[in-house]
């Protein structure tokens, strides 16, 4: 019901009341919205300043990382023919290299055939990887298969062919689908259509040899069914079109030979891409990639500067208008700024180079607190003293023993130098056979009866492992087929296992696993084999590494050592590859200026931090005044209220008073006046 006000005495009741709701509103709205433009505009100023630390943050995590100061250049003077790259651990050097061969993946074709329909036949197809040796048909001689030797690093594998697949388009799609190694396409030469097999992978030992296993005839080495695919030493019913070869090439003169031509393991730390032969050798130069630390060092200039711009528009306080920014005088801001400046000001710890401030780099603070480059100290210092650069900003850890490296340390990490006590090399899980005889004076004879077993490598199980059978007259072709057919199980390869296989001198199978530790195990599950020794094997478990760090023992995993936590060399982390047992020396540990810096940026933008603490307090603030202002509405509501109604009460009395005048003045009107109608 709306109530109407002021009838009765004709009073504007309610222009009376909003004026007077109005006038008590004005003063304690305009003392919220006061409130809350201050503290917005500082929760604004905090969050731009806030995008500042992060800004610097990220540019000083580039120079925090060793990886940074490691990086390398690398240049061809042909890089059509030779290009290059280098990794972290690669050493400054020049290098000739003449390229006399590049590799190729081997080929093999199959006969024709009338329609991609057409059915080949059925059973196993079984391809093996190795080395050729094949003549192929020339003037009135025809192909001669001499020989194949397998590579051991190479895993084997199969790809069954039933009626579901068995025409030459469902072979050809089964054979890509395994993802073995094999590339099969089918190519029309005009007279019909042909399987064309290519290994995925160049180089003479990358080779392929199919076995088959007929189940159609039950001959696998006639021309015939599923046997017109076979290519090995008793049938080579498939024609190789391209030869599997090598890449040959030399570097300063040393011949050498790649199975690709992406050569990675010739030159420590260097990658070299072959693309074409070379009459004159190409000039290959590898050096500190200057430039790429200059980059970062410069960025994080440019992001200290940013940040310095920004802390002081936000603190300013301009003397002639009066006018004061967000954050002038606030103490969390300018402890903010203070605490910056201060680590970007202090020395590097525990670092002993020819350089520990960034004034010594040529980096120096200017009057208004930004930072300039003074670029000819700069560029000396990362020519004459590259590697000193990076204990000025990273954490830098140092040994003398080469055969352990420093794989990092954390925050955590106190500066020090920290004894190392190596009391236990990581080992290999691995197995050993029996002696046999000397495969090459009495040949080792695998058939269907005597080449099968399972194995658990890692604690992972094999499924039954059958090697090829034939007469072996060499422990190495023997060690290379076991290591094969291993490496080829779907379990162990899902899991990522390998294992190496070899024959020690007194002729005992070995097979080891490629992993340290004390996870690495080798062991025989089931055994038909005869003559290979593994009725008798023994299993040797691995071993962590074990040692001291600090005089602490610490925690070995495989061979990564790693420092007891809540010691002094907490976070140290060390590669031990080898060397003897005892003390290695010390480990040194030191904090350049960037991982100072980082620490105090990291705690000043943290949850909790003190900018976050800040920011929820002015947040805080914030949603009070929403509070105030529905109590004021709430308050104004009941005033407005209270005035209606007295109003209302005073309007209700002055109709009363009106209208009993009315009455009254009607009455007096009507009472009669002696002599009023008198005609006298």
């Known amino acids: 019901m709306v109530a109407a006000t002021g009838i009765g005495s004709g009073l504007d009741i309610e222009g009376l009341v909003t004026s007077l709701v109005n006038a008590e509103r004005a003063p304690a709205e305009n003392r919220l919205l006061t409130q809350e433009a201050e503290l917005t505009s500082e929760l604004s100023a905090f969050g ?47 290098y000739q290299i003449q390229v006399d061969q590049l590799a190729q993946a081997q080929s093999l074709a199959s006969g024709s055939f009338t329609s991609l329909t057409d059915t080949v036949g059925e059973g196993t197809l079984t391809f093996r990887f190795g080395t050729t040796d094949y003549t192929p048909a020339a003037d009135l001689n025809p192909a001669n298969y001499n020989g194949f030797t397998v590579n051991a690093d190479r895993a084997s594998a199969s790809v069954t062919i039933d009626s579901s697949n068995n025409t030459l388009q469902g072979l050809s799609d089964a054979i890509n689908e395994a993802d073995i190694g094999v590339a099969a396409a089918i190519v ?64 300063n003169g040393l011949s050498l030979s790649s199975e690709t031509n992406s050569v990675a393991n010739v030159i420590d730390g260097v990658s070299l891409t072959l693309r074409d032969t070379t009459d004159t050798p190409a000039t290959l130069s590898v050096s500190e990639n200057t430039s790429a630390v200059r980059s970062a060092i410069d960025g994080f200039v440019t992001a200290y500067n940013s940040f310095v711009s ?93 055969t352990i490296s420093f794989e990092g340390a954390t925050a955590d990490t106190a500066v020090g130098s920290y004894a190392v006590n190596i009391t236990q090399l990581a080992s290999q899980g691995s197995l050993t056979g029996t002696a046999i005889t000397d495969p090459g004076a009495s040949a080792v004879v695998l058939n269907s009866s005597n080449n099968s077993f399972s194995l658990s490598v890692n604690g992972v199980d094999s499924a039954n492992i059958s090697l090829t059978e034939g007469s072996y007259n060499s422990a190495d072709a023997l060690a290379a087929e076991i290591q094969s057919r291993i490496n080829g199980d779907a379990a162990l390869a899902e899991a990522g296992i390998n294992v190496s296989v070899a024959f020690s001198a007194s002729f005992e199978l070995q097979i080891t696993s490629t992993q340290f530790g004390s996870e690495s195990s080798v062991a025989i ?49 060390l590669t031990v590859s080898g060397g003897a047992l005892g003390a290695r020396g010390d480990i040194t540990v030191s904090n350049g200026i960037g991982i100072a810096l980082n620490g105090v940026l990291e705690g000043l933008t943290q949850t909790n931090g003190v900018l976050d603490l800040r920011t929820d307090g002015l947040q805080s603030g914030v949603d009070r005044i929403a509070d105030d202002r529905d109590a004021l509405d709430r308050r104004l509501e009941a005033l407005e209220s209270r005035y209606r109604r007295q109003f209302n009460a005073l309007d209700t009395l002055l109709a009363n008073i009106s209208s009993t005048g009315s009455f009254i003045t009607q009455q007096l009107a009507n009472i009669p006046i002696p002599g009023a109608n008198s005609n006298n």
């Not at 690398?74 to 890089?79: E, L, M």
């Not at 010594?360 to 100290?377: I, K, R, Y």
């Not at 962590?544 to 023992?553: K, R």
């Open 48 to 94: 731009t300043l806030q995008g500042a630390l992060s800004g610097l943050q990220s540019s000083v995590a580039g120079l925090t990382n060793q990886n940074t100061f490691n990086q390398r250049s690398a240049t061809s003077s042909n890089a059509a023919a030779v290009s290059v790259s280098a990794s972290t651990n690669a050493a400054p050097s020049s």
């Open 525 to 573: 599950n089931s055994n038909t084999t005869t003559g290979l020794g593994l009725a008798g094997a023994a299993s040797t478990a691995g071993v962590d590494v074990a040692g001291t760090i600090g005089g602490v023992a610490a925690t070995g995993n495989g061979q990564l050592l790693s420092a007891a936590a809540g010691s002094s060399a907490e976070g140290v982390r």
């Open 188 to 251: 029309n030469d005009g007279t019909g259509f042909r399987l064309l097999l290519s290994s995925e992978q160049t180089g003479a030992s990358n080779s392929i040899e199919v076995q088959v296993d007929d189940t159609g005839d039950g001959l696998d080495n006639d021309n015939e069914g599923l046997s017109r695919l076979a290519f090995n030493a008793s049938a080579d019913n498939l024609e190789q079109t391209v030869a599997g070869q090598s890449a040959a090439f030399s570097i």
């Open 310 to 402: 920004t802390a002081n528009n936000l603190t300013a306080f301009n003397a002639e208008t009066g006018a004061a920014a967000p954050l002038q005088g606030d103490f969390t801001a300018r402890s903010v700024i203070n605490q910056v400046r201060s680590a970007l000001s202090s020395s590097a710890d525990g670092f002993e180079g020819p350089f520990s401030t960034l004034a010594e780099l040529g980096v120096t603070t200017q009057a208004n607190g930004t930072l300039s480059v003074n670029d000819s100290t700069l560029d000396a210092a990362l020519t004459d003293n590259f590697e000193s650069v990076a204990g000025v900003f990273a954490q830098v850890g140092s040994i003398a023993d080469s």
